[in-house]
Protein backbone atom coordinates (compact mmCIF):
# COMPACT_ATOMS: atom_id res chain seq x y z
CA UNK A 1 0.00 0.00 0.00
CA UNK A 2 1.41 3.79 -0.88
CA UNK A 3 2.16 5.75 1.81
CA UNK A 4 0.13 8.19 3.03
CA UNK A 5 0.42 11.66 4.39
CA UNK A 6 -1.02 11.44 8.24
CA UNK A 7 -1.14 15.25 8.63
CA UNK A 8 -3.11 15.94 4.87
CA UNK A 9 -5.34 18.72 5.20
CA UNK A 10 -6.93 19.22 1.90
CA UNK A 11 -7.82 23.17 2.87
CA UNK A 12 -3.82 23.84 2.51
CA UNK A 13 -2.31 24.08 -0.51
CA UNK A 14 1.32 22.60 0.82
CA UNK A 15 -0.13 19.15 1.81
CA UNK A 16 -1.08 16.57 -0.41
CA UNK A 17 -2.27 13.10 0.76
CA UNK A 18 1.12 11.49 -0.28
CA UNK A 19 3.45 14.64 1.74
CA UNK A 20 4.23 18.13 1.38
CA UNK A 21 4.60 20.76 -1.64
CA UNK A 22 5.70 24.20 -2.61
CA UNK A 23 2.35 26.30 -3.13
CA UNK A 24 4.58 28.00 -6.52
CA UNK A 25 4.66 25.96 -9.81
CA UNK A 26 7.69 23.76 -9.90
CA UNK A 27 10.56 25.09 -11.77
CA UNK A 28 12.85 22.32 -12.65
CA UNK A 29 12.68 19.81 -15.48
CA UNK A 30 13.18 15.89 -16.27
CA UNK A 31 16.91 15.36 -16.74
CA UNK A 32 18.42 19.10 -14.81
CA UNK A 33 19.99 17.29 -12.25
CA UNK A 34 21.86 15.27 -14.69
CA UNK A 35 22.31 17.79 -17.33
CA UNK A 36 24.41 20.23 -13.56
CA UNK A 37 26.02 17.24 -12.76
CA UNK A 38 27.61 16.98 -16.46
CA UNK A 39 28.43 20.44 -16.93
CA UNK A 40 30.23 21.20 -13.20
CA UNK A 41 31.81 18.10 -13.84
CA UNK A 42 32.99 19.16 -17.22
CA UNK A 43 34.22 22.94 -16.31
CA UNK A 44 35.97 21.51 -12.90
CA UNK A 45 33.53 23.25 -9.91
CA UNK A 46 33.63 24.28 -7.38
CA UNK A 47 37.27 25.93 -7.91
CA UNK A 48 39.16 26.31 -4.38
CA UNK A 49 39.05 29.76 -3.46
CA UNK A 50 41.11 32.40 -4.81
CA UNK A 51 43.43 32.54 -1.80
CA UNK A 52 43.29 28.63 -0.85
CA UNK A 53 41.62 26.86 1.51
CA UNK A 54 43.88 27.97 4.40
CA UNK A 55 43.72 31.79 3.61
CA UNK A 56 39.93 31.60 3.46
CA UNK A 57 39.63 30.11 6.88
CA UNK A 58 41.78 32.55 8.41
CA UNK A 59 40.02 35.54 6.95
CA UNK A 60 36.44 33.55 7.52
CA UNK A 61 36.88 31.66 10.59
CA UNK A 62 37.13 31.98 14.96
CA UNK A 63 36.77 30.02 17.57
CA UNK A 64 33.32 30.83 19.28
CA UNK A 65 33.10 32.71 22.37
CA UNK A 66 30.51 31.55 24.68
CA UNK A 67 31.63 34.13 27.59
CA UNK A 68 28.60 36.18 28.87
CA UNK A 69 24.99 36.43 29.86
CA UNK A 70 23.75 39.04 27.34
CA UNK A 71 21.29 38.23 24.61
CA UNK A 72 23.41 37.43 22.02
CA UNK A 73 23.07 35.62 18.61
CA UNK A 74 26.10 33.47 17.17
CA UNK A 75 26.55 32.40 13.37
CA UNK A 76 28.61 28.68 13.75
CA UNK A 77 28.73 27.87 9.76
CA UNK A 78 26.42 26.69 7.15
CA UNK A 79 22.85 27.35 8.49
CA UNK A 80 23.90 26.62 11.76
CA UNK A 81 22.85 29.02 14.69
CA UNK A 82 22.89 29.99 18.57
CA UNK A 83 21.08 32.18 20.46
CA UNK A 84 21.06 33.05 23.91
CA UNK A 85 17.39 34.31 24.81
CA UNK A 86 16.07 35.12 28.12
CA UNK A 87 19.07 33.16 29.87
CA UNK A 88 18.29 30.54 27.35
CA UNK A 89 19.89 28.82 24.75
CA UNK A 90 18.74 27.63 21.33
CA UNK A 91 20.51 25.86 18.57
CA UNK A 92 19.20 26.14 14.94
CA UNK A 93 19.95 23.34 12.34
CA UNK A 94 23.27 22.19 14.56
CA UNK A 95 25.09 20.37 11.56
CA UNK A 96 28.91 20.12 13.06
CA UNK A 97 30.24 16.88 11.84
CA UNK A 98 32.51 16.57 9.14
CA UNK A 99 30.53 15.55 6.33
CA UNK A 100 26.69 16.20 5.56
CA UNK A 101 26.24 12.58 4.35
CA UNK A 102 24.65 9.86 5.99
CA UNK A 103 28.01 8.03 6.27
CA UNK A 104 31.27 8.70 7.23
CA UNK A 105 33.33 8.19 4.24
CA UNK A 106 31.41 9.98 1.76
CA UNK A 107 29.77 12.62 0.87
CA UNK A 108 29.99 16.77 0.82
CA UNK A 109 32.81 17.14 3.65
CA UNK A 110 33.40 20.57 5.95
CA UNK A 111 36.11 22.61 4.52
CA UNK A 112 35.83 25.00 7.92
CA UNK A 113 35.94 23.61 11.05
CA UNK A 114 33.12 23.93 13.25
CA UNK A 115 33.71 26.89 15.86
CA UNK A 116 32.20 25.03 18.88
CA UNK A 117 31.29 21.28 20.00
CA UNK A 118 28.42 20.46 21.90
CA UNK A 119 30.46 20.03 24.81
CA UNK A 120 31.37 23.15 25.33
CA UNK A 121 27.70 24.44 25.56
CA UNK A 122 27.10 25.45 29.47
CA UNK A 123 23.47 24.59 28.62
CA UNK A 124 20.93 23.72 25.43
CA UNK A 125 17.27 23.91 25.78
CA UNK A 126 15.78 24.02 22.44
CA UNK A 127 16.42 22.90 19.23
CA UNK A 128 15.23 23.72 15.87
CA UNK A 129 14.93 22.30 12.81
CA UNK A 130 14.12 23.20 9.36
CA UNK A 131 14.11 20.58 7.19
CA UNK A 132 15.47 16.60 6.69
CA UNK A 133 18.78 17.23 4.47
CA UNK A 134 22.09 16.07 5.98
CA UNK A 135 23.40 19.51 5.62
CA UNK A 136 20.84 20.61 8.46
CA UNK A 137 19.64 17.47 10.13
CA UNK A 138 22.26 16.03 11.52
CA UNK A 139 22.70 12.68 12.93
CA UNK A 140 25.96 12.48 14.79
CA UNK A 141 25.67 16.27 16.11
CA UNK A 142 21.90 15.52 17.38
CA UNK A 143 23.28 12.44 19.13
CA UNK A 144 25.61 14.38 20.88
CA UNK A 145 23.25 16.43 21.83
CA UNK A 146 20.77 13.77 23.04
CA UNK A 147 23.75 12.57 25.50
CA UNK A 148 24.43 15.85 26.99
CA UNK A 149 21.41 17.35 26.87
CA UNK A 150 18.23 14.85 27.22
CA UNK A 151 15.84 17.41 28.40
CA UNK A 152 16.39 19.81 25.24
CA UNK A 153 13.35 20.55 23.62
CA UNK A 154 13.52 19.61 19.72
CA UNK A 155 10.68 21.73 17.58
CA UNK A 156 10.77 20.31 14.28
CA UNK A 157 8.60 20.65 11.17
CA UNK A 158 5.59 18.19 10.59
CA UNK A 159 7.09 14.40 9.83
CA UNK A 160 10.31 14.60 11.68
CA UNK A 161 9.03 13.63 15.23
CA UNK A 162 9.28 9.99 14.40
CA UNK A 163 12.78 10.47 13.25
CA UNK A 164 13.65 12.22 16.32
CA UNK A 165 11.95 9.55 18.47
CA UNK A 166 14.41 6.54 16.77
CA UNK A 167 17.31 8.95 18.09
CA UNK A 168 16.70 9.05 21.39
CA UNK A 169 14.84 11.99 21.68
CA UNK A 170 12.26 12.80 24.67
CA UNK A 171 10.76 15.90 24.36
CA UNK A 172 9.31 16.43 20.19
CA UNK A 173 7.34 19.51 19.08
CA UNK A 174 6.35 19.36 15.58
CA UNK A 175 4.56 22.23 13.86
CA UNK A 176 2.77 23.00 10.10
CA UNK A 177 3.53 26.36 8.82
CA UNK A 178 2.14 29.57 10.70
CA UNK A 179 1.74 27.14 14.04
CA UNK A 180 3.40 28.24 17.38
CA UNK A 181 4.21 27.00 20.85
CA UNK A 182 5.10 28.85 23.64
CA UNK A 183 7.85 28.40 26.35
CA UNK A 184 10.14 30.26 28.83
CA UNK A 185 8.34 33.52 27.55
CA UNK A 186 9.74 32.62 23.81
CA UNK A 187 7.22 32.12 20.67
CA UNK A 188 8.53 29.77 18.18
CA UNK A 189 6.37 29.83 15.06
CA UNK A 190 7.16 27.70 11.84
CA UNK A 191 6.92 29.44 8.95
CA UNK A 192 6.86 28.96 4.89
CA UNK A 193 10.17 28.07 3.17
CA UNK A 194 10.45 27.48 -0.71
CA UNK A 195 12.03 23.73 -0.87
CA UNK A 196 12.33 20.45 -0.03
CA UNK A 197 12.64 17.38 1.98
CA UNK A 198 14.52 14.11 1.49
CA UNK A 199 16.90 11.56 3.56
CA UNK A 200 16.43 8.60 1.82
CA UNK A 201 15.35 7.36 -1.56
CA UNK A 202 12.09 6.46 -0.24
CA UNK A 203 11.09 9.63 2.02
CA UNK A 204 10.86 12.73 -1.07
CA UNK A 205 8.68 15.34 0.54
CA UNK A 206 7.20 13.07 3.48
CA UNK A 207 8.69 15.52 5.64
CA UNK A 208 7.95 19.23 5.76
CA UNK A 209 10.45 22.36 5.33
CA UNK A 210 10.13 25.42 7.08
CA UNK A 211 11.92 28.74 9.11
CA UNK A 212 11.33 29.79 11.93
CA UNK A 213 10.40 32.99 14.05
CA UNK A 214 11.42 33.68 17.53
CA UNK A 215 9.69 35.99 19.59
CA UNK A 216 10.53 37.43 22.79
CA UNK A 217 9.84 40.61 24.47
CA UNK A 218 12.87 42.40 23.26
CA UNK A 219 13.67 39.93 20.09
CA UNK A 220 11.92 39.20 16.90
CA UNK A 221 14.27 36.85 14.52
CA UNK A 222 13.30 35.30 11.14
CA UNK A 223 15.60 32.09 9.84
CA UNK A 224 14.55 31.73 6.90
CA UNK A 225 15.84 28.20 6.69
CA UNK A 226 16.46 26.88 3.06
CA UNK A 227 14.61 28.63 0.71
CA UNK A 228 14.10 29.82 -2.90
CA UNK A 229 12.80 33.28 -3.28
CA UNK A 230 8.99 33.69 -3.50
CA UNK A 231 7.16 36.83 -3.24
CA UNK A 232 4.80 34.59 -1.06
CA UNK A 233 7.35 34.83 1.91
CA UNK A 234 6.54 38.70 2.12
CA UNK A 235 3.64 37.06 4.49
CA UNK A 236 5.87 36.42 7.04
CA UNK A 237 6.92 39.66 8.07
CA UNK A 238 3.56 41.24 7.68
CA UNK A 239 2.02 38.33 9.91
CA UNK A 240 5.00 38.39 12.94
CA UNK A 241 7.45 41.46 11.95
CA UNK A 242 8.65 43.91 12.03
CA UNK A 243 12.23 41.87 12.43
CA UNK A 244 14.81 43.46 14.22
CA UNK A 245 17.40 40.67 13.17
CA UNK A 246 17.22 37.50 10.38
CA UNK A 247 19.14 35.34 8.78
CA UNK A 248 18.59 34.91 5.04
CA UNK A 249 20.53 32.29 2.92
CA UNK A 250 23.37 33.42 0.44
CA UNK A 251 24.77 30.62 -0.84
CA UNK A 252 24.83 27.24 -3.05
CA UNK A 253 23.07 29.39 -5.87
CA UNK A 254 25.07 28.48 -8.60
CA UNK A 255 24.03 27.77 -11.73
CA UNK A 256 21.18 29.68 -11.03
CA UNK A 257 18.79 28.28 -13.46
CA UNK A 258 19.24 25.08 -11.80
CA UNK A 259 19.31 26.05 -7.94
CA UNK A 260 16.58 29.24 -7.79
CA UNK A 261 14.11 26.76 -7.13
CA UNK A 262 15.56 25.78 -3.38
CA UNK A 263 18.46 28.34 -2.92
CA UNK A 264 18.15 32.78 -3.24
CA UNK A 265 20.81 34.32 -4.75
CA UNK A 266 22.62 37.55 -3.03
CA UNK A 267 20.43 40.05 -5.04
CA UNK A 268 17.03 37.89 -3.77
CA UNK A 269 18.41 38.07 -0.75
CA UNK A 270 18.76 41.21 -0.48
CA UNK A 271 15.40 41.98 -2.40
CA UNK A 272 14.08 40.58 1.09
CA UNK A 273 15.58 42.30 3.61
CA UNK A 274 15.00 45.78 1.65
CA UNK A 275 11.17 44.53 2.10
CA UNK A 276 11.27 43.79 5.41
CA UNK A 277 13.19 47.23 6.47
CA UNK A 278 16.55 46.36 6.75
CA UNK A 279 16.96 44.76 10.20
CA UNK A 280 20.36 43.24 11.14
CA UNK A 281 20.51 40.23 8.99
CA UNK A 282 23.33 37.55 8.88
CA UNK A 283 24.09 35.53 5.28
CA UNK A 284 23.65 31.89 6.34
CA UNK A 285 24.16 29.10 3.89
CA UNK A 286 27.80 29.51 2.63
CA UNK A 287 31.11 29.24 3.90
CA UNK A 288 31.41 25.29 4.94
CA UNK A 289 30.22 22.71 2.19
CA UNK A 290 30.54 22.42 -1.38
CA UNK A 291 27.31 22.26 -2.17
CA UNK A 292 27.05 23.97 -5.57
CA UNK A 293 29.17 25.82 -8.38
CA UNK A 294 30.27 28.48 -6.55
CA UNK A 295 33.37 28.71 -4.95
CA UNK A 296 33.24 29.33 -0.86
CA UNK A 297 34.75 32.63 -1.44
CA UNK A 298 32.11 34.02 -4.03
CA UNK A 299 28.99 34.36 -1.69
CA UNK A 300 30.58 37.48 0.46
CA UNK A 301 31.76 38.97 -2.93
CA UNK A 302 28.37 38.86 -4.67
CA UNK A 303 26.77 39.93 -1.68
CA UNK A 304 28.56 43.33 -1.63
CA UNK A 305 27.96 43.77 -5.35
CA UNK A 306 23.92 42.91 -4.69
CA UNK A 307 24.16 45.46 -1.69
CA UNK A 308 25.91 48.35 -3.85
CA UNK A 309 23.57 48.02 -6.82
CA UNK A 310 20.72 48.48 -4.29
CA UNK A 311 21.94 51.87 -2.95
CA UNK A 312 20.67 51.24 0.23
CA UNK A 313 24.09 50.06 2.58
CA UNK A 314 23.23 50.50 5.98
CA UNK A 315 25.94 47.88 7.62
CA UNK A 316 23.66 45.42 8.64
CA UNK A 317 23.76 43.08 5.86
CA UNK A 318 27.08 42.07 5.60
CA UNK A 319 29.40 38.93 6.18
CA UNK A 320 29.91 37.58 9.46
CA UNK A 321 33.11 34.93 10.09
CA UNK A 322 32.15 31.96 11.31
CA UNK A 323 31.97 31.29 14.68
CA UNK A 324 31.18 35.10 15.25
CA UNK A 325 28.76 36.41 17.62
CA UNK A 326 26.74 39.76 18.22
CA UNK A 327 24.67 40.97 21.04
CA UNK A 328 20.57 40.80 19.84
CA UNK A 329 19.32 44.57 19.34
Not at 11 to 28: A, I, L, Q, V, Y
Not at 58 to 68: E, I, K, R, T, V
Not at 111 to 130: C, E, F, G, H, N
Request: aromatic share 12%; glycine share 6%.
Amino acid sequence: MAWQNPWYDASKSHHTPEGFRNPEPETRQPGDLDRWRKERKAQGLPRPPQQGYEQFIAQWWQQADLSGSDNRIWWLGHAAMLLRVNQRYILIDPALSKRASPVRFAGPQRKTPAPLQIRQLPQLDYVLISHSHYDHLDRPTVRKIVARFPQATFIVPLGLAPWCKRQGIRHVTQLDWWDSTRADGIDFHAVPAKHWSMRTFHDRNRSLWCGWVIVTSTTRFWFSGDSGYSESLYEIPRRLGPFNVAALPNGAYAPKWFMNSQHMDPDQAVKLWRHMAQPLTVPIHWGVFELADESLDEPPEDLARAIAASGEDNGQFSPWRIGESRPLP
